[in-house]
């Protein structure tokens, strides 16, 4: 199983995948299939488009298709992967913190554009993710209740309705690990690049167990 952003299809006007997709067909022992997948369309609240690539071993799967999970209009309660304000500042002082003024005015469009979808993101959970690298703050507005796709530089998405930032930990359970898995790891940085490298868990759970079964 191979994973990697979804862009590796286009990227250099499709050259790179056609060379990465010839390489592993010369590969005469497997049986490769690729497809782009996100988890927010099979059941988590999680919108990260990522490219999945699987070969499977003609000597161990013979002629077993490639099957892949169904799509699922249910999504787990988000609110059930987060924690309140109190448990958060244990956690990470910081992530209750006052919003930067270069990032005020864009979280303040984004309550407004909530708005003007009729959604009161005060109340709902919705993120904004705050890139304070550019000469610009960048926002990704998502629709409530999903998170905006994570990555090693995600250490500013603002939780509309806790109004607060998120913390590692959470960013881990977004990404289907349990609070407590980075236990081992002690700052914040390696937690957030640990968390924005990953696969989340639950589609990878359901990618591989019709070819786990069949084994």
């Known amino acids: 199983l191979l994973e990697n952003v979804a862009s590796l299809l286009t990227h250099d006007h499709?050259?790179?995948?056609?060379?990465v997709h010839g390489a592993l067909h010369d590969l005469s022992d497997y049986s490769v299939d690729h497809k782009v997948m996100s988890p927010v369309n099979y059941g988590f609240p999680h919108s990260r488009n990522r490219l999945f690539i699987i070969g499977l071993h003609k000597s161990c799967f013979g002629n077993f298709k490639h099957t892949y999970p169904p799509l699922s209009d249910s999504l787990v309660d988000i609110d059930t992967l987060l924690v309140d304000?109190?448990?958060?500042?244990?956690?990470?002082?910081?992530?209750?913190?006052?919003?930067?003024?270069?990032?005020?005015?864009?979280?303040?469009?984004?309550?407004?554009?909530?708005?003007?979808k009729g959604i009161d993101v005060t109340e709902e959970t919705c993120f904004v993710d705050v890139s304070f690298k550019l000469p610009k703050c960048?926002?990704?507005?998502?629709?409530?209740?999903?998170?905006?796709?994570?990555?090693?530089?995600?250490?500013?998405?603002?939780?509309?309705?806790?109004?607060?930032?998120?913390?590692?930990?959470?960013?881990?359970?977004?990404?289907?690990?349990?609070?407590?898995?980075?236990?081992?790891?002690?700052?914040?940085?390696?937690?957030?690049?640990?968390?924005?490298n990953s696969m989340c868990v639950p589609l990878i759970s359901q990618i591989l167990r019709p070819y786990l079964e069949h084994m």
């Open 85 to 116: 304000n109190q448990q958060a500042e244990a956690w990470e002082p910081s992530c209750v913190r006052p919003i930067p003024p270069c990032a005020e005015s864009t979280i303040t469009e984004t309550l407004r554009l909530g708005r003007d």
């Open 138 to 196: 960048q926002i990704r507005w998502n629709r409530p209740r999903v998170v905006t796709c994570l990555h090693t530089q995600s250490y500013n998405v603002y939780i509309t309705n806790r109004a607060r930032f998120i913390t590692g930990r959470e960013m881990l359970a977004l990404q289907g690990f349990p609070h407590t898995y980075c236990d081992s790891l002690k700052y914040r940085t390696r937690i957030i690049r640990a968390a924005g």
């Open 14 to 19: 499709g050259n790179t995948w056609r060379m």
